[in-house]
């Protein structure tokens, strides 16, 4: 396993209490079950579960629909090699049209221990694709995926990133939704 120097996203998930990681894996769970997904996801015939990821490793969801080599060419393009940090965008506007989730491990430069993380990947309606390792951007996507749907949202849900203080000197990012 590759050790990943992500400070920001190991403390996140080092300050998250159990009652909380267990509340969004609870919502994760009310998000993703097998009737909510109706074909949108590359790993619905596997029948993904999101809450479950969490904790098997290598787990990913996508719901970008990628039936053609071209879409499939995007697609390894736009998680292999994103176009932007997602921190780099606080407080930009991004159209998301599709969303990639695969539970990593990353080491705790702390602990010494791994710890299992969301890195997620926003895909654009242009086909960008911005990454981030987030606690507080995989719950803010719950609550989307429970409001919105799942996507692929055609048209794109504008979205503005924002870093939110989490504890005394640490911060996580979240999603807004924009008019």
Do not use: H
Not at 52 to 71: I, L, R
Not at 111 to 137: A, E, W
């Amino acid at each position: 396993m590759a050790k990943v120097n992500v400070e920001n996203a190991i403390m996140e998930m080092e300050n998250a209490e159990a009652k909380d990681i267990a509340e969004v894996t609870d919502l994760a769970e009310l998000v993703v079950s097998e009737g909510d997904i109706k074909g949108t996801s590359i790993f619905d015939a596997v029948g993904f579960d999101l809450a479950a990821s969490m904790t098997q490793p290598k787990n990913a969801m996508s719901t970008m629909v990628v039936e053609d080599e071209e879409t499939k060419i995007d697609f390894f393009n736009a998680i292999s090699n994103p176009t932007k940090k997602l921190q780099e965008c606080i407080g930009e506007t991004i159209a998301v049209k599709d969303v990639y989730i695969e539970i990593i491990e990353l080491e705790s430069e702390q602990t010494k221990k791994l710890v299992k993380c969301p890195r997620i990947i926003l895909i654009d309606l242009d086909g960008n694709s911005f990454q981030c390792v987030s606690m507080g951007i995989y719950n803010s996507l719950a609550t989307l995926f429970k409001i919105y749907g799942m996507p692929t949202w055609k048209n794109g849900l504008k979205l503005r990133t924002k870093s939110v203080p989490v504890g005394k000197n640490n911060s996580t990012m979240v999603l807004v939704a924009v008019k």
